[in-house]
């Protein structure tokens, strides 16, 4: 099983910044596709970001421009930097790792979420 804890939620004024971090105990780290979801009240689920273990970022239309996502393959950690916060963006944020291959088929673990306020 691979394990995935966040840190780094808070609250925040609106447009201030946030930087949220994923560690991940995955042996094959760079296998996992890794993203970012949340869950903000009365709302669906969302991906907010991925990266690949190529880097090759995926960022959702409501924060691009605003968020970016990023890895540390050495450190195996995923990271979020959240700028220019909206009201919007509150929500419980997750951090995903999923893979897909022959030997495991698919693969999707969540962290326990950590939350992000942001005050108007």
């Known amino acids: 099983q691979v394990q995935l804890v966040e840190s780094g939620g808070g609250l925040v004024q609106t447009g201030g910044s946030l930087r949220l971090s994923c560690a991940i105990s995955?042996?094959?780290?760079?296998?996992?596709?890794m993203g970012w979801y949340r869950q903000g009240p009365g709302k669906q689920r969302e991906l907010v970001a991925s990266i690949t273990g190529g880097g090759t970022t995926n960022i959702g239309d409501s924060v691009k421009g605003r968020f970016t996502i990023s890895r540390d393959s050495t450190k195996k950690m995923v990271y979020l930097q959240m700028n220019n916060l909206k009201p919007d963006d509150t929500a419980v944020y997750y951090c995903?790792?999923?893979?897909?291959?022959?030997?495991?088929?698919?693969?999707?673990?969540w962290g326990q979420g950590t939350q992000v306020t942001v005050s108007s």
């Open positions: 995903n790792a999923q893979r897909w291959g022959p030997d495991w088929g698919h693969e999707n673990y």
């Open positions: 995955a042996s094959m780290f760079n296998q996992y596709v």
